[in-house]
């Protein structure tokens, strides 16, 4: 059983399993995914997370909006969340982790940047 | 001889006149004194040599010190030796780890590179052709452009009917306004529908609607029938990739058909429709369109 459980909410399917295809890579992990926030949100009632990987750029709800609702949320508050998002400006970044982000990745990824982020981000 | 003489008592030193006993005292004493002088200068004598003795007893505990000391040193150095040579063969032995580890570690990120390069390949050709969606097809290939590849105002075209001009179909980060279809021969895009020859600067830069950066041609074997125009990237894209070159390879020879697929399937009920014909139609091949496998 793995030891640590990640949410990827990331609405384009080739990069969730881009970023599902890294992320088996790190054996303790177990992966739910979820299309936009509101699958997002949907996905957190349900089950507890230890880490939020999330795109900014969705529909119904982005994932700045997520950051917000995770980081009033009692459950997950205190999870580390990792942006991945083709926006690149530093005003973004700034915004991004002003709501609460720990880390911020710019698009196009490389898998094991992502890992090395989320094996600091676990502790493992 | 006088019998009263031989007969008189012996005379005594007492009975010796005052000046013989006073001589024999002073003999007496003088032999005394010089006893006493001659017994404390041998005295004084025996002194200096256990003196002696007892130098060369320490002289010589010195040197029986330092001849082992001197064994003890020629040891040591020997010791010394023998460790400076293990040393230097650490040292070698180290110094030969340590290219291998960085050989290693370099293979390591090279290999680690190659499988990230392998899966975004494998699921771009995988996610390109798992819908029978245009929709999905095309949200696929702008995908591939825009996530994967870093592009940021591009557009889509589709060669019509005719075959004389090309209509946009898809476009991000781009005024819609300002994409005009494309004559087929004209200007950079026109040239690049007839030709076939895509546009891929070793450098990224910016370019405009009507000048775009890059250029890829869609490609059903050797027939054209649509280009990609890249105007601008991603802010944070500022070199190519190298799994960009195949990625690019994958659109031009690959979205194309994909598209013609999810076309035919939309206009047919159901996936066994779909397959109507099939076996007719086995042994046909359009003239004008050769596998691409063929080509080379």
Sequence with gaps: MADYSCLVVEDSPMMRQLLVFALARIKQL???????GVDGLRKLADDRFDLIITDINMPIMDGLKLVQRIRVDDIHKDVPIIIITTEGSSEDRARAMALGAN?????????PQVIAQVKELLSI | MNEDADNAPPHRASDAPMDLRSERESFLRSFIKRGAEIT?????????????????????TRLRT???????????????????SEKRRLLAATHELRVVSDSDASRYEEIESELNDLANLYIAAYQLHASFSIRRVLRHVQDMLGQLMGAYGFAIYIVEGDGKRAEVIAHEHLDLSTLEPIIVGDGILGTALL??????????ASGTVAEPF???PLLVGDRVVGVI?????????????????????LIGEHAGSALIA???????????????????NLNKRPPSVAPIAERD
């Design chain 2, 66 to 84: 330092q001849l082992a000391s001197d064994d003890a040193m020629r040891d040591f150095i020997k010791r010394i030796d023998a460790l400076e």
């Design chain 2, 40 to 60: 404390e200068e041998l005295l004084g004598e025996n002194d200096k040599l256990r003196g002696e003795v007892e130098l060369l007893e320490s002289e010589n």
């Design chain 1, 30 to 36: 177990r992966v739910t995914e979820a299309e936009d």
């Design chain 2, 262 to 280: 999810a076309n035919l399937y939309s206009s047919v009920d159901g996936p066994v429709a779909a397959l109507y014909g099939v076996r007719e």
């Design chain 2, 195 to 204: 030709s076939g020859v895509a546009k891929i600067p070793d450098d990224i």
């Design chain 1, 103 to 111: 880390a911020y990745i710019t698009k196009p990824i490389q898998a």
């Design chain 2, 214 to 216: 890059a250029i890829l």
């Design chain 2, 229 to 249: 125009s890249i105007v601008t990237m991603l802010e944070q894209k500022s070199h190519w990739a190298t799994v960009d070159a195949e990625l690019f390879k």
